[in-house]
């Protein structure tokens, strides 16, 4: 029996991340050669356009990458949104971390992301203005940093 090339194989892999964790048919286009750059941990720049699955990008390869992703979003409902699509898979968990939180909310989400207990912590670009999200965000090293929807 003869074994698949390493890209099949990581091609297969991450097919398989897309329809059993976030219930998608398969990689669209360009999806595959920018995941690979990611996980070959080179600083990478997607430009696509809307609905080709940019999100889909750093959410597999957030889950091939062990610890905490951040995304930096400048618009608190996408936050949400997104937030919400990654917990109705019920697989990672996700949070904001944004001026709509009150003092408490922020507190239990930043003890969430010290326990490791996260998988995606969703911020607005001004949260890095302030020193201690800035501080408490720098301690715990997040393992990717992606920039989605750059306006």
């Known amino acids: ?3 698949k090339p390493a890209s099949e194989k990581s091609t297969a892999m991450l097919e398989q991340i897309a329809q059993q964790v ?8 360009g999806q595959q050669q920018v995941l690979e750059a990611v996980l070959g941990d080179r600083d990478t720049l997607a430009v696509m356009p809307t609905g080709s699955g940019k999100s889909a990008i750093y959410q597999i390869a957030a889950l091939r990458i ?5 995304v930096i979003s400048p618009l ?3 936050q949400q949104d997104q937030v919400d699509s990654i ?3 019920d697989t990672v ?5 944004n001026s709509t939180l ?3 909310e922020r507190e239990a989400v930043f003890e969430q992301i010290e326990s490791e207990s996260l998988e995606f912590v969703f911020l607005a670009p001004e949260q890095f203005s302030n020193e201690e999200t800035l501080e408490r965000i720098k301690a715990i090293q997040p393992s990717l940093f992606v920039v989605d929807e750059a306006h």
């Open 1 to 3: 029996m003869e074994s």
């Open 22 to 29: 976030f219930g998608y048919v398969g990689l669209r286009p």
């Open 66 to 70: 062990k610890g905490i992703t951040l």
């Open 76 to 78: 608190i409902a996408l």
């Open 87 to 89: 917990l109705a898979q």
């Open 93 to 97: 968990k996700a949070a904001v971390l």
């Open 102 to 104: 009150t003092k408490t």
